[in-house]
Structure formats: structure tokens, C-alpha cells
């Protein structure tokens, strides 16, 4: 079952290989996946169907996707996420501008567009929201059994080192201070002296196999804190 899915997908992609291949992949990850491959159909579609998220290629014939973006954002705040093929910042401006809310360069990856979904809807959620569930690509956290998997390995950690884990990913892409930190999780403030927190991000590091000298999987932001990279596992 997919704790963090979206539930509708309206995908609209002109390459029907492409088309297909992603929703075959999300189907399997429990999303309702419908198809349009025109431009000047997204809209229609869009109304009838009324997706949670809209997967809308850059580049379509009968409508550009910038056009069909904008129309969409213009009656719906839907998340929206741009597939392009092209690397040209403009047109990664050009789609944000439009009001897409994250853009994926092609050749796409399903698991990377997955991620990206699953990040979308974890902002969208609200503030009172329980999740007792995250997954970022290869790693997944379960607070309820309190377990930890990496590539479907189980990795041990103390209860600190869980706590650390899941206040670092629930704020994934946001810098956390040790204040930060040590406030959460023990109500007490960083006096500049105690060295716990590093202590426990370099436990967490050597397990989660993320490299101590060039950290890419929780980053040092110097004179910051500390930030959680929520694609760094992705496949």
C-alpha cells in the first residue's frame, strides 16, 4: 500500500511509450493513472477528472504544456510537475512562472518522477497531519514499527539515532540548527558546547552508507545546521 499517494494522476505526454511506462509504474504503486496525449485536451481532462497531481509534458501538440499550465492554474492550486526535455533554465523559468510546482528534465526516471510526487504531497499535507510513514526512494522509515530499510535491508539504530532519522526526514529540504534539533527532541537548547548532535549525525551517516567526507545524503550547511536530502536515494 503507498502511504504518501496522490490517489488520481492525470499524466499528459505526447510520447505514448513514455506515456505508458509511467503509468504502468505508478499503477503499481497504487495510483489511479489517466492518459491524455495532447495538449489541447488537458484541460477537459483535467475538469472531468480532477486529479490530485497533474504530470504535464513540456512540449505537446494542439496546446503547449506552459499554455495548459496556466489555464489549469488559473481555476485549481493541483500540484503540477513539468516533464521537459529540454536543459535551457528559461524554460524551467518559464514553467515555474506558469505555476508549475517542480519540473523533471527527460530521459525520466519513474522512481525519480515517484519521489517527486511523494515530495509534493508531503508539503501539501497539513500541519496537524499524522504520517507515520516516509520513503525517499530507496530508504524508507516507519515510525509506527519504528523500523528503518535501505534497498529492503533493516538498519539498526538506537532510539536517539531513530529520533535524529525522523525529525531530520520530516523536515526534509529544510536546514535544521542543533538548537533546533536538540529542542525538538529533548526540549533543552544547544549551548554551543555539546557535541551530541554531530555526534549522532555521524552514527546515522555510516549507517544510512552516506559518505562522512562528502555527505550527500544528510549535509552539513556550515554555520546553518543540518539538511536531510529527500532524493538522495533515489534510484
Given at each position: 500500500?503507498?502511504?504518501l499517494g496522490f490517489g488520481k494522476v492525470l499524466l499528459v505526454e505526447d510520447d505514448e511509450r513514455l506515456a505508458a511506462l509511467i503509468a504502468h509504474f505508478l499503477e503499481q504503486h497504487g495510483y489511479e493513472v489517466r492518459v491524455v496525449h495532447r495538449g489541447d485536451l488537458a484541460v477537459a481532462a483535467f475538469l472531468e477528472f480532477k486529479p490530485k497531481v497533474l504530470v504535464l509534458d513540456l512540449m505537446l501538440p494542439g496546446q503547449s504544456g506552459l499554455q495548459v499550465c496556466r489555464e489549469i492554474r488559473s481555476v485549481s492550486d493541483t500540484p503540477i510537475v513539468m516533464l521537459t526535455a529540454k536543459e535551457d533554465d528559461l524554460d524551467h523559468i518559464l514553467g515555474l512562472e506558469s505555476g508549475a510546482d517542480d519540473y523533471l528534465i527527460k530521459p525520466i526516471k519513474p522512481p525519480v518522477l515517484l519521489a517527486r510526487l511523494r515530495a509534493?504531497?508531503?508539503r501539501q499535507m497539513p500541519d496537524?497531519?499524522?504520517v507515520s510513514f516516509l520513503e525517499f526512494g530507496l530508504l524508507s522509515i516507519d515510525r509506527s514499527c519504528r523500523e528503518v530499510r535501505l534497498s529492503?535491508?533493516?538498519?539498526?539504530l538506537t532510539t536517539m539515532e531513530f529520533e535524529m532519522l525522523w525529525l531530520l526526514?520530516?523536515?526534509a529540504g529544510k536546514i535544521l540548527s542543533r538548537d533546533d534539533?536538540?529542542?525538538r527532541m529533548r526540549g533543552i537548547a544547544f549551548?554551543?558546547?555539546n557535541r551530541s548532535v554531530d555526534v549522532y549525525i555521524s552514527k546515522?551517516?555510516?549507517k544510512l552508507k552516506d559518505n562522512p567526507r562528502e555527505p550527500v545524503c544528510i549535509k552539513t550547511v556550515w554555520g546553518k545546521g543540518y539538511l536531510f536530502n529527500p532524493f538522495a536515494w533515489e534510484l
Open positions: 500500500m503507498d502511504n509534493l504531497q508531503r496537524n497531519s499524522v529492503g535491508e533493516l538498519i539498526e526526514a520530516s523536515a534539533i536538540l529542542n549551548d554551543g558546547l546515522l551517516r555510516n
